[in-house]
């Protein structure tokens, strides 16, 4: 069998090009992951920051039984508070790590490395302000991605559990 020239090049061509689309989408899938990685190390690093601190702790220390007591001993969260100022930084920041996960722009399991426990505790804690919130507010979305990213990371502890066990 003899083979012309011609047909080595073509074939050395093509082999080529597919190399260097390969190579090109295993670039483009490492740089995705090296943004998701930095805005989740970003989004980290402002969830260290004294302000948030302080207002997550806040939040943490909250003592009331229901929607009704917090009023109760807080006021209306749409009052400007110093304990209201807290609850609306926290929220509007896992608000927006929810809406970041949901669109598709962090990683989940980068965001549940990270924020996992936190993101449980901070909603289970304010779950009934914000439920109370919505109902005064005529079922508004107050803080719709807060708790679709709570979901999100509820369905990630779980299975994190169910390989431990």
Known sequence: MVVDVQT???AIASASVVAGIVYYAFQVRHQTRLRETDLVVRLYSAFNTDDFLEAFLKVRNLEFVDY???V???GSPSLETPVNVAIFRIGNYY??????L???LVDAD???DFLVLSTIGQWNKLKPIVEGFRKEAGGGQYYFWFEYLYNEMKKREQ???QSKA
């Open 159 to 161: 299975k994190l559990q």
């Open 95 to 100: 608000d927006q790590v929810g809406t970041l």
């Open 110 to 112: 980068l965001v549940s």
């Open 102 to 104: 949901h669109r598709g």
């Open 72 to 74: 109760k001993k807080y």
């Open 68 to 70: 009704r007591d917090f």
């Open 8 to 10: 080595v090049s073509i």
